[in-house]
């Protein structure tokens, strides 16, 4: 079986339904109460179908999901286009991609798509205190990814378990902080040369 194909784990998709509530959690506070319930449906039916053992979930199932949910959006904004329904949609059809999630490549789409859902967040609320909390869950995700990598079998103990989680925030933290010289050169120099350039 190859490393795309690779059926996930439990604490990988632990961490995949971890990183994915993660990324729609900035958004829960304003959207309606539908669309709330729905995601927290979506996810939570998810996880307990997951920890029961349940077998892939059907596409019958699934389609009228992918057909109702951008009718629900334009019943309630009047069209799916701006930043309200476009956040509510991308929150919903997230929540749904984690139904469907089975594989490593699943996880790895589901986390890109996150990443969008989360930072679609910073469009409501681009406050300093916000933004670093959005970089504690892009930690998250980050570890996640670093837990779908292909490993030699390990002990599955719930203390090896815990390790292996701190291990991967730890890293997704310390990725992010190696970005930050990066992030400060591109913040600062080409304002600079914008401005020297102005006559």
Do not use: W
């Not at 190859?2 to 990183?19: G, N």
């Not at 995601?39 to 996880?47: A, F, N, P």
């Not at 933004?131 to 837990?147: D, I």
Request: aromatic share 6%.
């Amino acid at each position: 079986m190859s490393t795309r194909t690779a059926a996930l784990t439990p604490a990988q998709f632990a961490l995949t339904a971890a990183s994915v509530f993660a990324a729609v959690l900035p958004h829960l506070l304003r959207l309606p109460t539908l669309f709330v319930v729905l995601v927290l449906g979506l996810l939570g039916g998810r996880i307990v179908q997951r920890a029961a053992g349940g077998a892939r979930i059907p596409g019958l199932l699934k389609l009228p999901l992918v057909v109702l949910i951008p009718v629900l959006v334009v019943l309630h904004y009047g069209n799916v286009f701006g930043r309200e329904p476009g956040s509510a949609l991308a929150c919903a059809m997230l929540a749904l991609k984690l139904v469907e999630t089975e594989t490593r490549r699943d996880a790895r789409a589901a986390i890109a798509f996150s990443c969008f859902v989360l930072m679609s967040a910073l469009l409501f609320n681009s406050g300093m205190v916000f933004t670093l909390l959005l970089c504690a869950a892009l930690a998250l995700f980050l570890a996640t990814l670093r837990e779908l990598e292909l490993r030699p079998a390990a002990s599955r103990s719930a203390a090896v378990l815990r390790r292996r989680a701190a291990t991967g925030l730890g890293a997704g933290a310390l990725s992010l902080l190696s970005a930050i010289p990066l992030t400060l050169c591109v913040f600062v120099f080409p304002p600079m040369i914008v401005m020297s350039a102005s006559p």
